[in-house]
């Protein structure tokens, strides 16, 4: 059987336990608070468009977690990028509705998603927040978050670009009012700003994001309205590949580094005609959100911190290493 919701609130307090990363695998424990063989757990996993190279990898770990540990568990997500907001509200409306053991969820636009949060919360579901949401996941009631340090990412960003000679950029956002996006571009725009160069924003609609001649476009036009930019910041992969394209359809020798990690970005890298993605490691985020909330349900251990799943920067000096990884363990860095 598996512990009461309120007993593992106790047993959470009363421990402060970190997470345990082996020794999982359901059925492995036989002590009275562990799972039996029969019995599975129902997890909701609310996340991102799977056609998204991104999310395909963070969909590939939620998977092997499900697998791995024998959760009864569904994937929740919008076909793309279009009406995000109501989507999305709808989506984890359904998720409380349906009463699962756990949701995670990706917390992506905060004042639409964190009243339902609460509302999950309160109607005794337990909620692991993945990817975004670091910085309020605690206050609405969540048990734990894994992903990235948003801030950091774009930091990473802005060294990598300084020290590659950038004064005048660019960050290309194409999920305008999600605050992850934002707080990259305000890092990134931080380092450059400090090291005296300049930073403009460029906002892409969301429901242009994965036109990749729109997206094109709009980089061409503010490489031709200022041809002095020299680097070109992008927070996804398949925005990536449109911004070097614009490059060329630009004739500017703008650098153009990157967050997240396909293979097209990879092979991007090892020709030079991308200077550098920071990987966030999506795979990771999938599986510890599951691992999380089956361990707390479990056994009413929680991590004490955020669990953080990047920056991790691939230049062209690690690439190679990456690459293989992923053609050997296709999308688990990404897909194509």
């Known amino acids: 059987m598996n512990i009461t919701r309120k007993a593992a609130v106790t047993a959470a307090v009363l421990s402060a336990a970190a997470l345990v990363l ?37 969909k590939q770990g939620s998977d092997a977690a499900a697998a791995d540990l024998g959760i009864d568990y569904e ?4 076909k793309d990028n279009a009406d995000l907001v109501p989507t999305y509200s709808k989506l984890t409306e359904a998720a409380i509705a349906k009463k699962p053991d756990a949701i995670v969820i990706g917390n992506y636009f ?53 020290e590659a000679g950038a004064t005048n950029a660019v960050c290309v ?16 725009s931080d380092e450059i700003i400090a090291a005296g160069g300049t930073v403009q924003d460029l906002v892409i609609p969301s ?14 036009g503010v490489l031709n309205s200022d041809p002095d930019v020299d680097m070109i910041f992008t927070l996804g992969s398949s925005i990536a590949t449109a911004a070097i394209a614009a490059t060329k359809q630009a004739g500017s ?4 580094g990157t967050t997240d990690v396909s293979t097209n970005v990879l092979k991007s890298i090892q ?13 990771l985020q999938g599986y510890y959100g599951m691992l ?33 990884v992923n053609t050997t363990y296709p999308g688990i860095r990404g897909a194509s």
């Open 75 to 78: 994937y929740s997500a919008s």
């Open 292 to 324: 999380m909330a089956y361990q707390y349900l479990n056994y009413g251990v929680l991590p004490a911190n955020e669990v953080d799943s990047g920056p991790f920067l691939i230049t062209k000096d690690n690439v190679d290493a990456v690459l293989e």
């Open 253 to 256: 020798e703008a650098q153009v």
């Open 110 to 162: 905060p004042d639409t998603l964190e009243p339902l949060i609460e509302k999950a919360v309160a109607a005794g579901i337990p909620v692991f927040v993945t990817n975004s949401g670091r910085a309020s996941w605690r206050e609405i009631g969540a048990l734990g978050f894994v992903g990235e340090n948003p801030e950091a990412m774009g930091r990473e960003a802005g060294k990598a670009a300084v």
């Open 207 to 220: 429901e242009d994001a994965t036109n990749d001649q729109k997206v094109q476009q709009a980089i061409a």
């Open 22 to 58: 082996s020794g999982c695998a359901a059925g492995s424990n036989s002590s009275d608070g562990a799972a039996s063989e029969t019995e599975k757990l129902t997890i909701i996993n609310i996340s991102g468009p799977v056609s998204d190279p991104f999310f395909g990898s963070f």
């Open 271 to 283: 020709s030079g005609e991308l200077l550098f993605s920071l990987d966030q490691q999506p795979y």
């Open 173 to 188: 956002n194409q999920i305008a009012g999600n605050p992850v996006a934002e707080q990259r571009c305000q890092g990134f």
